[in-house]
């Protein structure tokens, strides 16, 4: 069973990979799991639209607050819409 959770995640986060790749217009091969989200040139606009399409690809809402302010790095962002999207399919 251990290995479905993680095979669910890796698949899960590939996904969320080509989603910001393809909404942050970034090469897919930049997004690594230490990249620092400063460093690719997400400019604020591009974050939200990335934001908007998580939502809307996972039926989850993801508000623009402290939490998505401290995000650093691929890492994080992938961290906490994985976060999001599992305590919504919990419900």
Do not use: H
């Not at 995640?9 to 590939?14: D, G, P, S, Y």
């Not at 690809?57 to 402290?66: F, W």
Request: overall charge negative.
């Amino acid at each position: 069973m251990r290995n479905d959770a993680v095979e669910n995640n890796t698949k899960l986060e590939e996904e969320l990979l080509d989603l910001v790749a393809e909404e942050g217009m970034i090469d897919r091969d930049m997004l690594t799991r230490d990249a620092k989200l400063a460093d690719l040139d997400i400019a604020s606009a591009d974050f939200i639209m990335i934001l908007m399409a998580i939502e809307e690809q996972y039926g989850v809402y993801i508000s623009v607050d402290s939490e998505m302010a401290d995000l650093k790095t691929v890492g994080d962002l992938l961290a906490v819409s994985a976060k999001k999207i599992e305590e919504k399919s919990a419900e």
